[in-house]
Each structure stands twice: as structure tokens, then as C-alpha cells.
């Protein structure tokens, strides 16, 4: 409502800052009249006459303004436009005001200066209650009249005159706060205003909508009234209604019975509707059913029944609705729970009926139903980027095309968001479904057409088959559903039929996301560490922190494996945090190595990075272990830079003013661009290590990471060859300058103790192998 009312809220704001036009002149001058006179003999005669001149001008200006204000028929769209005006025109007060800041401050009276300090404040604290109707107008006029003063105290620079900007300053700040309270509560009072006259109205409008409405029960034609004797059910009076709904005339309805109308109310119908009805009984009787038309036709209808005894004989008082319009409803009612609002399409609640009625068809029948089970790939990217309007035209579109795809015995269901299911009947050959599958994707290869922009969009689907993978509608969707999720861990875009390995696969998946909140609960993870070391002499400085997971029910399981189920399940950013502090607590009790202490690198996923509290859980981790910001290196990977969200430059920017280390890892495994190298604020790119596994003998591994190196350096960024294993890849490495290396050759990952073992006896050259005392774990 406050959205509707926006321009007339604004004209009425532009009310109050123009009322107090002619006060705010009138003190204006009577200030500056004072102010000159106080300052008489102090001010060059040529700067005063200069000011007072400005004065006069922007004073008349304004005053002008005000005139053809009153005189201007307003109309609330022309707001804007009076609106500027008077900004600029306050603003060009607030200047001429600042600018006596500077003028009425002679050096030589303290007094002088004093009083002009106390004159900006009294006409800033005045012009609250005035301007505050527009909080950016208030603004414009408090900030360039008070900043001059402040800035001129500042430069003075003794104790006195940075006490008086220091008061300013405090003075300043208060009086934009209650500027900003005092604007709110006075357009929440306008908002309350309109709102209040809306409803007055709208009341109004409901109290004749009523009157009117028993007008027409009574005279015109939507309500029957009928008087029935009792004894031989004839129709002893009656009203237009219903002669009109019922397409008798008046005299015809009287020289009929009542069961010609209603069928249903014979004389022992009725008799035994009324048997529990005793005279000074308030309650009519209810009953539904359908009235006869002269035509033949029928109506439903709506009948209370009334008996009144104190006739000779008793009579009934009948009052008909009409009751067309709650048999649509009905209908509506019907359609809502069963079909898509926005796609028309069957949901989910009536597609289970179809799966159900199928089976029980294609089971007399001995073929077999399909479910192809899909939703839309990064469907949520359209609702981002374009807004949940062009989504809901991408889904409707969806919908006709899926419409116009299959067989008429076929359905196409809606199940909710971007999630639709094709049901097919008498299937014979899975073939026949896998070309529906193709035609699937031909059909929503095309790209869409929403408000004048071409979109492209894929699909991933899951496909089950009745009696193979279930005999009942809720596991067969299941194993569809299940079978969707397949195709999308394989990259999407694809189909994949149901099979048992997929249902192992999520009851894996499962179980580990179970076991992952026990271990949160119980801390059952442990950090180990793997060196980073220089390429030339071997000397560790940095090592990277990575997670392990001894599970008590499922034993070691790979970070391979339940990080992605972390990922999915939102676990990670627990467990990444805990991670941050035990590593950030661990590095501080390294020995140093060479004179230096060693970096911590501790990796980042996308969903930890874009959780709001990150900055505060890396500055408190760094707080608690006492460990310097310099140390900690922070690894994240390209798919978040790709993203190139204003929060992720933001974070990154945080975190370098705070002096953290941050690194690129597993480089050149997405989309690698010079472009966001160049934009964000790097230290290291971590080569990945697919491109050194096979770098001795494989000649596109050796271009490939020569020229990432040549391009790191170009742009003075640090190098990691990741996965070294062979004095051979170690070799090509240092002859092309990485700076350092982490791997097998080094050291596998180590236990707290092993690592610290490992920094005791690490020798300032190359280490040979790995340290006697690391366990074998896989990275």
C-alpha cells in the first residue's frame, strides 16, 4: 500500500519542507544580521559584502521557489522535479552558511569564533524539524554547513579549537541520526495516513457492497423465497427470484407443488428432515441439492427451511441459493490440489494417482511404465540473474513444450520448482524410452525466449521402470528421483536409468552424512599436515593442513568421499572452521626452519568461503591460537573466482588488509584465465597435480605447466607444483624455477606428532623419501 501511495507520500513531504520555507528565510537573515553586526570592524569589508550578497541571493532564490510553489497547481508526479529544486537550494544554503564558518573565525578573538561555532550549531539543530521530511535534503544542508567550521578548528590543531571539532563532529553525527529517526517516523505517519483513508474507504465501499447485496436478496433475482404449505406441499407465495431463476411467472409458480421444483423433497423427504424441528427452534434445516427450470434444465441450489406452526395450516418457509458459484469453487478448490498453479500441469499428488492407475493397467496388460524424472540444470542462475518472473515463464514454456512432446495417453506432471516427471504407459521395449529421453533434450535444447533474451538450459534425468524398479508409485519415484541424482554427479545433461548400485551409492551418501554429524559432535576428525618445501634446497616453509576421518562406524574414509557429502549436506563450513582453528593452534608450536616460521595453508570450500561469518571465524581463530596473520595462507579454488561476485572480491580484499597469504589451488583444472589472476589479489597459484603426474615423459604436461609458470611469475605470483613423486618431475621443476614443491618425494601427510618430528630432524637440503615416522594415508 505504501508502494502505491510513494508519489503522494512525497508530496506531502515536499509540503512540510516548503511550510517552513518562509521561517527558515526570515531566521536565516535575522542570524546573519546578528552575526555580521557581533563581527563588525573583524571582517574584510570586501569578503562580507560577497557573503552577504551569496546570502541574499540564494535567500531570494529560495523565497521565489516558494512563491511558485503556492502558486503551482501540484500534482504528486511532478514531485521529483520541486523536489531537486529544493535540494539544490538547500544545498546552496548549507554552502553559504559553511562558508561563514570560514569568514565570521577571526584568529584574534576566541569569542568571535566561539560565537559562530554556536551559531552553525543552533541553525543545524534548528533546521531538524524543517528538513527532516526529506532525510537526503537534510543532509545536503547539515553537512556543507558544518564541515568548513570543523575542518577550520581542525587546522588550527591546539587543544581548544580540536576539542570544538571534535564537538561539531559529535554534534554532526547526533544530528544526522535523529534527522534519519525523525524522517521515519514521519513518513511511517504518512504511510499510517493513507492507509487509514484506504481503509475508510474500502469500508465504505464493503458497507454499500452489503446494502446492496440484501437489496438484491430481497428484490431482485439471486435468492428464491418460497411459503409451502405443509399439508399438500404447494407453492403459496413466492418472489421474483425465483420466478426468474426457475423461468415460471409468478402466477405459474403458484399453481404448482413444490417436488416439480425439487425432486428430492417429497412430502416424506421433508417430513423426515423436520422431524426433530420443534416450534421456537432457531436453526433452520440445511439441505443441497438441484432445482428444475421450466426448460428442463437444473441449477444445484442451497435450501434452508423454516416451519412455522402458528399457520393454519403450518407452512415452511424456504430461502434458495443459488449454489453455482461454491460448485466452481469446488471444482477450483479440486484443480488447486491436483494441478500446478503456474503450469497447469498435474503435481505431483495427482501424478502419484496416474503411476498408480498405470501399474494397475499395464499389470493386466503385462507391459511396463516409465518415469523420466528431471529438473533443470542451474535453473536457480535464471531466477538470479533475471528475476523469479522470467523463472516461472521458463517453466510455463517448459510445460507446453512437454505438453506437445508426448503421446496423448501419456502425462506430463509438474512436482514443484524446477522439477518435472513424464509418465509413460505400455512401454514394451526401454528403447522406445531412451528415444523419449533424446527427444527430451532436443526439446529443451532450443533455447528459450523470455523477455526478448535467448536462454539455454539443460536437463538432468532420472528414469525408472515399472515392474523392474518398483511395484508401487512412491518407489518408483523414488528410484527416479535417485536415478536424477546419478545423472547429475555425472556432469549433468545427461539421463541415467535406476539401477541398485545407485541405490547403494545414496544409502552410502546417506550414512555418511549421518556419521559426519556424529563425528562433528563428537571430534572425531584429525588435521594432518604435508610440507611445502623450496625447490632447490629442500627446506620446508609452509605445510598444508588437510583433513582425515577415522569413522568409528565406517573406519578411514576418503576426503574424496565425504567432502563432497559435506558440501551437499552444508556440513562443511562446521567442519572447515574447526579445521581453521586446530590448524591456526597447531602451526604456532612448529619449530622454525632456516631462522623462519612456517606458513599454515588451509583450504577453503566455495560454500565456506560464501558463509556470512567467515571474516569474524578466521580473525577469531587467528585470535585464540595467537598464530600472525603473515602464516596463515588461505587456498581457494578457480570455480569461486569465476563467479566474480562483488562479496568475493571483498573478502579477499579483507583478508589481504589483514595480511593473510592467499593461493589459487589446483590451477589450470577449470576455466584458467589470465583475466582473474590479474584482478584478484593472489600470492600463489598451485599447479595441480594432473599436470605433473605423468610431466617426465608426457610433452603436453611439460608446455602446459611451463607455460603456467612463465605466466605466474610474469604477474609476481609465487609457484607450487602439487603431487611431485619422482626425482625426475623434481628435476624439470627446478629447472623451471617452481618455487616450491609439495608431495610424496617430500613427505606424505603426517600426524601432528609425525609433522613435528619431521620439522626436528629435516635437514636444510633436499629430504630424501618420506620420514620414518608417517603413517601411510592416502591424500
Avoid at 499510517?192 to 458497507?207: I, M, W
Avoid at 443459488?322 to 477450483?332: F, I, S, W
Avoid at 508426448?406 to 502425462?411: K, Q
Avoid at 536409468?497 to 571430534?523: C, G, P, V
Amino acid at each position: 500500500m505504501a508502494h502505491s501511495h510513494r508519489q503522494d507520500i512525497y508530496a506531502n513531504q515536499l509540503d512540510i519542507l516548503f511550510n517552513g520555507t518562509p521561517h527558515s528565510i526570515i531566521a536565516s537573515l535575522g542570524v546573519a544580521t546578528i552575526l555580521v553586526a557581533i563581527h563588525d570592524g573583524r571582517i574584510p569589508l570586501f569578503s562580507l559584502s560577497v557573503w552577504i550578497f551569496l546570502l541574499a541571493l540564494v535567500m531570494g532564490g529560495r523565497y521565489l521557489l516558494f512563491r511558485r510553489y503556492r502558486l503551482a497547481n501540484l500534482s504528486p508526479v511532478q514531485g521529483a522535479t520541486w523536489g531537486k529544486s529544493l535540494f539544490i537550494g538547500t544545498g546552496l544554503t548549507g554552502l553559504v552558511w559553511g562558508a561563514a564558518g570560514l569568514l565570521f573565525f577571526p584568529m584574534n578573538s576566541i569569542s568571535h569564533q566561539v560565537f559562530t561555532l554556536l551559531v552553525l550549531a543552533g541553525l543545524s539543530t534548528a533546521s531538524l524539524t524543517s528538513l527532516a521530511a526529506d532525510y537526503r535534503i537534510y543532509i545536503t544542508y547539515i553537512i556543507p554547513t558544518l564541515t568548513p567550521a570543523i575542518g577550520r578548528c581542525l587546522v588550527q590543531g591546539d587543544n581548544m579549537h580540536l576539542a570544538f571539532a571534535a564537538l561539531l563532529s559529535l554534534l554532526l553525527f547526533f544530528l544526522i541520526q535523529a534527522a534519519k529517526r525523525l524522517n521515519e517516523s514521519i513518513i511511517t505517519s504518512l504511510i499510517y495516513r493513507y492507509e487509514n483513508r484506504d481503509l475508510v474507504k474500502d469500508l465504505e465501499a464493503e458497507r454499500t457492497r452489503l446494502g446492496s447485496r440484501l437489496s438484491r436478496i430481497l428484490n431482485d433475482f439471486s435468492t428464491e423465497i418460497y411459503i409451502i404449505d405443509l399439508e399438500n406441499l404447494a407453492v403459496l407465495q413466492t418472489n421474483a427470484g425465483a420466478a426468474h431463476n426457475l423461468g415460471y411467472t409468478m402466477e405459474e409458480l403458484q399453481q404448482i407443488r413444490l417436488p416439480e421444483i425439487n425432486t428430492d423433497l417429497t412430502p416424506e423427504h421433508l417430513a423426515t428432515l423436520l422431524t426433530s424441528w420443534h416450534e421456537g427452534d432457531q436453526a433452520p434445516v440445511v439441505v443441497r441439492g438441484e432445482h428444475r427450470r421450466k426448460n428442463g434444465s437444473s441449477y444445484p441450489i442451497e435450501a434452508r427451511l423454516q416451519v412455522s406452526h402458528k399457520e393454519k395450516p403450518p407452512v415452511c418457509v424456504i430461502t434458495v441459493l443459488d449454489d453455482t458459484e461454491r460448485h466452481l469453487y469446488e471444482e477450483r478448490l479440486l484443480r488447486q490440489a491436483n494441478y500446478s498453479q503456474l503450469t497447469g500441469l498435474p503435481n505431483k499428488k495427482m501424478a502419484i494417482r496416474h503411476i498408480d492407475l498405470a501399474i494397475g493397467r499395464c499389470s493386466r496388460r503385462q507391459t511396463k511404465v516409465a518415469l523420466l524424472f528431471f529438473d533443470l540444470d542451474n535453473f536457480k542462475n535464471v531466477n538470479d540473474s533475471m528475476g523469479h518472473s522470467a523463472g516461472d515463464e521458463l517453466l510455463k514454456e517448459m510445460a507446453k513444450r512437454l505438453t506437445e512432446l508426448i503421446r496423448r495417453a501419456d502425462i506430463a506432471a509438474h512436482l514443484s520448482g524446477d522439477e518435472f516427471l513424464i509418465i509413460l504407459e505400455d512401454i514394451k521395449e526401454v528403447m522406445d524410452v531412451t528415444a523419449l529421453a533424446q527427444k527430451l533434450f532436443s526439446t529443451i535444447a532450443r533455447p528459450f525466449v523470455i523477455n526478448q533474451r535467448e536462454i539455454f538450459i539443460s536437463a538432468s534425468i532420472g528414469i525408472s521402470i515399472f515392474p523392474d524398479n518398483g511395484d508401487n508409485p512412491e518407489k518408483l519415484l523414488q528410484h527416479a528421483d535417485t536415478a536424477m541424482y546419478s545423472a547429475k554427479s555425472k556432469g549433468k545433461n545427461n539421463f541415467q536409468y535406476f539401477n541398485q548400485a545407485m541405490n547403494d551409492a545414496l544409502t552410502r551418501h546417506l550414512q555418511i552424512e549421518s556419521e559426519l554429524r556424529k563425528a562433528i559432535k563428537d571430534e572425531r576428525f584429525e588435521v594432518f599436515f604435508q610440507p611445502l618445501c623450496k625447490t632447490e634446497s629442500g627446506c620446508p616453509v609452509a605445510a598444508e593442513a588437510l583433513l582425515r576421518w577415522n569413522s568409528e562406524k565406517l573406519g578411514i574414509v576418503s576426503p574424496m568421499e565425504f567432502i563432497p557429502v559435506a558440501e551437499d549436506s552444508r556440513l562443511i563450513v562446521e567442519i572447515g572452521n574447526w579445521v581453521l582453528e586446530t590448524a591456526c593452534r597447531e602451526a604456532t608450536t612448529w619449530p622454525e626452519q632456516g631462522g623462519k616460521a612456517l606458513r599454515v595453508a588451509i583450504n577453503l570450500s566455495p560454500r565456506q568461503f560464501r558463509d556470512a561469518s567467515l571474516i569474524e571465524v578466521v580473525s577469531q581463530a587467528l585470535a585464540s591460537s595467537g598464530l600472525p596473520p603473515h602464516l596463515l595462507e588461505l587456498e581457494i579454488t578457480e570455480s569461486l573466482l569465476m563467479q566474480d561476485l562483488p562479496e568475493i572480491m571483498g573478502k579477499l580484499t579483507i583478508f589481504r588488509e589483514m595480511g593473510i597469504q592467499l593461493s589459487l589451488d589446483d590451477f589450470g583444472t577449470g576455466y584458467s584465465s589470465l583475466s582473474y589472476l590479474k584482478r584478484f589479489p593472489m600470492q600463489t597459484l598451485k599447479i595441480d597435480r594432473s599436470f605433473i603426474n605423468d610431466l617426465e615423459y608426457d610433452t603436453n604436461d611439460q608446455v602446459l605447466v611451463s607455460a603456467i609458470i612463465a605466466m605466474a611469475h610474469s604477474l609476481n605470483l609465487q609457484v607450487v607444483a602439487e603431487g611431485v613423486e619422482n626425482q625426475e618431475q623434481l628435476q624439470y621443476l627446478t629447472a623451471k624455477r617452481v618455487d616450491l614443491i609439495q608431495g610424496y618425494l617430500m613427505s606424505q601427510p603426517l600426524s601432528p606428532q609425525a609433522f613435528h618430528e619431521y620439522l626436528e630432524s629435516a635437514p636444510g637440503q633436499t629430504p630424501q623419501g618420506t620420514h620414518p615416522s608417517a603413517t601411510p594415508l592416502l591424500e
